[in-house]
C-alpha cells in the first residue's frame, strides 16, 4: 500500500471515532438535573401563604421536591435577615424575590 492509502484509511477511521464520540455523548439535561444541581448549590427561604412562593414552586413543578427549602413560618429560627419570601440565598448572596430557572442556573452554575 502506497501513503496516499494510508492517508485515506487513517482520515476514515478518524472521522469513524470522532463519530462515535459525538453520539455516545450524555443526553440533554433533564428538568429533574436541574432543580437537583440548583437544590444542591442554594437555598430557597419561603413562608406558608406566600402568594409569590407558591408561584416559584409552580415553576419547578414536581420537580421542586430537589431544591434546599426552608420555609420561615415553621422554622423561623433559620430565617434570621430574611425580610422578603421567596428568598434564594446563593453563595452568600440574597437574590429576593421569584427568580427565572434559567436566571438560577446562571447564578448556580448549572
Request: aromatic letters at 8%; one cysteine or more; glycine letters at 6%.
Amino acid at each position: 500500500m502506497n501513503k496516499r492509502n494510508w492517508t485515506t484509511i487513517i482520515v476514515i477511521l478518524a472521522v469513524i471515532i470522532l463519530a462515535v464520540i459525538i453520539m455516545s455523548r450524555p443526553g440533554s439535561v433533564t428538568p429533574q438535573d436541574v432543580a437537583e444541581c440548583i437544590g444542591e448549590n442554594s437555598e430557597l427561604y419561603i413562608q406558608l401563604g406566600c402568594h409569590a412562593c407558591e408561584t416559584q414552586e409552580e415553576m419547578f413543578g414536581e420537580n421542586y421536591k430537589y431544591l434546599n427549602v426552608i420555609d420561615c413560618f415553621f422554622e423561623k429560627e433559620k430565617c434570621s435577615g430574611i425580610r422578603v419570601t421567596p428568598t434564594w440565598i446563593i453563595d452568600g448572596e440574597k437574590y429576593e424575590g421569584v427568580q427565572s430557572i434559567e436566571k438560577l442556573k446562571e447564578l448556580t452554575v448549572c
